[in-house]
DNA sequence: AGTGGTCCAATGGTCCAACCAATTTCTGCA
DNA sequence: TGCAGAAATTGGTTGGACCATTGGACCACT
């Protein structure tokens, strides 16, 4: 007999009771982002239940980044909350050294290359010209800063992630990017690093554009194996100057 | 003038003190997933603050899923905690309707993919030969049991994962299984679910033990694409009946 | 009108002491 | 020896108190 599928009652739920008000309320009052909600005592008070108890939910919603308490102020809403709302709290041993860069590459090469098909197959002809123009953009910052720029760069993978119609990919890859943010933009003192990059975007449009998602991923896979050299080059040359 | 040189200072931070303190205490005595922390009671003597910071801290440690509080019974780590961990809280809106799993599957899609090419490439002997006994077992266990088994079949999976080599990609799908994990075992109502995926785990295991990243890249597009049709199936079918 | 200073109420942060509820451990009887 | 019930342990909750920070109100002076 499966008893596994018994047991999921929790009688007692006070926190988790008051996290599921809390839903209740921000969309009654259709609250967004930037807004403040109650003050804790006024929380405790009408839920009936003690301040600590608030604290608790509270603490951990902004452990999820959902919200921000500010000493004197109050607590501002920080994200968008709806009723089913799935959180996937992941904790990631190491810091930044070379190899924990290479692990979050690895799952950018693999979000990136689905999320370029996907995008392939599913662009609308106004998503594509908005790619484009995106594209434009950072060849332009290109050309005048002779170097990748970080910021129009990350615009348009965002559009892809975008278009991929699937939002789990820009808020998994927007989570990672926001982590790492510093050295996606100089990392390990590589100069020119993501200079080699730079044509793949364009062939990663035209993939778009041609609605060929077999050709996305395979040029996106080659676009992360560029930055993944420039890793490797930037480790080396650390290694060297070790040895000084 | 450049005033964003200016960063706001941070005096008071007693819950993170808290938590830098119990990295401290559990890396000193070697404390691994499974065994019992302090309680809180004595933390709070010990490191003389009140047992409600302790608690917060906990709380935060709980929401992270690096920590499990068992009433009656003690707190318990859950997984392995270092000086530098980085934490990427994800909440994702959207519930278990078809689309959402839908979406799911498109992450599990990437992912998978990515793991088993980079299985293939980095797989020792050793590894391919654990990798069989999984497959055999789940073999066994689909004639016998005339299906899939979801138990088996995720321990394959796995195994994959952890041979990639990047734990990383363990622990995302990890957590997702979690999440959604009783639909991932009797979605939708098709009854013989994942029968069509089940060829495509041995075409994987020969991709990876003949160092073919590109065909275990492709086997596993394939296999996912299997469920997804039964997704599919799945989802015309529950609509039909609503029809009803 | 603007600048700086002071005060004060609101709000999150911390603390304490007690009790409740689930779990584990011990005890004493059969 | 076996086991049911008491006792100790431990996380969960409560209510009340005080502290630290914030932001607005008010005021004096320029």
Known sequence: MDQNSLPPIHTTARDDAVLKALVRFVMQEALEPGQKLPTERILSDRLKVSRNTVREALTRWEGLGLVER??????YLKAAVSPDMLH?????????????????????????????????????????????????IMEQAFRTLDGMSSEEDWEFHQAIYRVSG?????????AMH????????????????????FPYHRTIYECIAARDPRGARAEALKLIATVEDDLKRGAAKLKLSDLR
């Open 70 to 75: 500010r000493q004197g102020s109050g607590t």
């Open 178 to 197: 926001e982590l790492f943010h510093r050295f996606w933009e100089h990392p390990l003192g590589v100069r020119d690093f993501g200079h080699a990059s």
């Open 166 to 174: 699937n939002p789990l990919f820009e808020q998994i890859i927007a």
């Open 88 to 136: 996937l709290p992941l904790t990631l041993a190491g810091g930044n050294d070379f190899t924990s860069l290479m692990q979050t590459l690895e799952i950018r090469r693999a979000l990136e290359a689905e999320a370029a098909a996907l995008c392939a197959e599913r662009a609308s002809p106004a998503d594509i010209a908005e790619i484009e123009r995106k594209l434009d």
